[in-house]
């Protein structure tokens, strides 16, 4: 919950991402595609997410306050919406009512701590270990439909360091893990 509620209560970070997700195919075999994502926030409405996949397709996604903009740069494809509200209301519309895919969504979110005591049903601790020379404390928690596996940093910036998530319900339990790269809590 410490890293919740220090995520949460974060002003504004840029973070490196990279990622890597399965896709279960018919025959049952998992192929594995990748991406990294540049995130930088800033509370309480201004996001932007520069995005490229393994494949070298580029977005980039900006909630500028006032509206959201997506660029598809492979596709040739822009589009723009009007931002509802606070970061909080317009992340849940860009991937609830736009239907646009944000992975990891939750942790951009103010409200972080909430979302995880509704939707967590149990957590162990398994080790305190080291994630790329930072101490850090690996945790596995559960919900109705996700495992978790959080690695998150010792000391009095409880930053994410690493996640993955296996779709216990999803045909072939697919997984979804994040590496999370040089955190900074004041970009200009």
Known sequence: MKMAEFLGGTPNFRVGVRSGYDAVQP?????????????TLSRPDRLRIESERSDGAKT???????????????????????????????????VRDLGMRLPLAALLLNRLPAELQDRVRSVNYVEKTSIYGTASHHLAARTDTVDLQVWVADGDKPLPQR???????????????AQFIDWNLAPQ
Request: charged share 20%; proline share 5%; aromatic share 14%.
């Open 27 to 39: 025959s049952g075999q998992k192929i594995e595609f990748g991406e990294y994502r540049t995130v």
């Open 60 to 94: 980039l996604v900006v909630l500028t306050g006032k509206e959201i903009a997506l660029v598809d740069f492979s596709s040739k494809v822009y589009a723009t919406a009007p931002q509802p509200g606070t970061l909080d209301e317009s992340i849940v519309y860009f």
């Open 163 to 177: 996640i993955v998530l296996t779709y216990k319900k999803a045909a072939g339990q697919p997984q979804f893990w």
